[in-house]
């Protein structure tokens, strides 16, 4: 089967298609012939060492210190069953699913295995292959906003709001019933708008820090509003919640929380069977749908790279696999 593989950190051209061994189910696992998988900012950071140092050393530590042991990047993904393992039971062959691959992720192949049990679902009735790939981003809103514990008429900021991630907690939000404020880049700002924002906010030419509204709850999908910063535009007892974990950002908020009844949150969320069926429901209730920017042909991933990284894209880059 063809695979994108690395074999070694750097820039998007040490990515190259070639031909790999398919993959074989074991017992409790699925074989998808992947339709689409997305290409995220993460695949981006795994491929490069463009993580905060002490940051890249514990991932480096998980994924290769020298060299990335896992070759193939990708692990949002949507695609059919075509084998199963004997203790699988829950689908059937032919079954139109999607789900994460985790941290083995592969999905930037023609096949890949996923734990039956796992963060696995079937395709929602009202989405094209593509469409579901990435609805498992849609997992981060839910965590941290149950988190958050985000209520009807709360005002809300979501930094970052124009990506994967970003688009699909702006439509979570909206269901909630909150006032969302969506920042990012001017290009991006109509789309945020189609999608529900009540106001946005070019931070290319208004500077959050420069910005007098206060919000209930802020959403830091890029990690990039300082704790100073962060407390000045939340109301009292507002939360913070950074997507992107960072130990010298969670230092300081421990530091600072007994002299303030503002909280600052952050964490990984783990991929989740019942997340991904409450966005199922969303998603074919009308709550909820993707946003797809660009899709690329295999042979094309690295144009996708490097245009992730340059910031181009709204909402979803798409990996197409099957052709």
């Known amino acids: 089967m063809k695979a994108v593989v690395y074999n070694q950190y750097g820039p998007p051209e040490v990515l190259q298609l070639k031909e790999v061994d398919q993959p074989t189910p074991q017992n409790k696992q699925l074989k998808i012939k992947v ?10 950071e795994l491929r490069s060492p463009a ?10 530590l998980v994924f290769g210190l020298f060299h990335p042991k896992i070759k193939t990047l990708g692990a949002y993904v949507s695609g059919t069953v075509v084998a199963k393992g004997k203790e699988t039971n829950e689908f059937e062959l032919g079954d139109q699913v999607y789900g ?3 941290k083995r992720f592969g999905g930037y192949a023609e096949y890949v295995c996923l734990d039956e049990k796992g963060p696995v679902t079937k395709t929602p009735s009202n989405m094209s292959m593509s469409e579901a790939a990435p609805v498992g981003l849609g997992l981060e809103g839910l965590h941290f906003f149950e988190k958050a514990q985000l209520k009807k008429g709360e005002k809300l900021l979501i930094n970052g709001a124009g990506g994967g991630i970003g688009t699909y907690a702006l439509q979570l939000a909206q269901y909630y019933g909150a006032e969302v404020t969506a920042v990012d880049t001017g290009d991006k700002l109509e789309a945020l708008k189609g999608l529900g924002a009540t106001a ?12 007098q509204e206060k919000y209930d709850v802020i959403l830091d999908v890029v990690g990039t509003i300082g704790h100073l910063e962060s407390m000045q535009l939340l109301n009292k007892k507002g939360r913070y919640i950074s997507a992107i974990p960072k130990i010298s950002r969670a230092l300081v908020a421990l530091l600072a ?3 303030s009844n503002k909280k600052s949150m952050t964490g990984l969320t783990s991929g989740s069977k019942e ?7 969303l998603i074919e209730q009308g709550h909820m749908r993707t946003l ?7 042979d094309q991933i690295i144009a996708a790279h490097k245009a992730i990284e340059n ?5 979803n880059m798409i990996l197409n696999t099957s052709n």
Do not use: Q
Request: hydrophobic share 40%.
């Open 51 to 60: 993580i905060p140092t002490f940051t890249w050393f514990i991932v480096r």
């Open 311 to 315: 910031g181009e894209k709204v909402g």
């Open 100 to 102: 994460i691959c985790g």
């Open 292 to 298: 797809i920017d660009k899709t690329f042909a295999m």
């Open 275 to 281: 997340g991904l069926k409450t966005l199922t429901t």
């Open 257 to 259: 929380a007994p002299f």
């Open 200 to 211: 946005c906010i070019d931070y290319t030419s208004t500077p959050l820090r420069d910005h």
């Open 35 to 44: 339709n689409a998988c997305a290409i995220t900012m993460g695949d981006c």
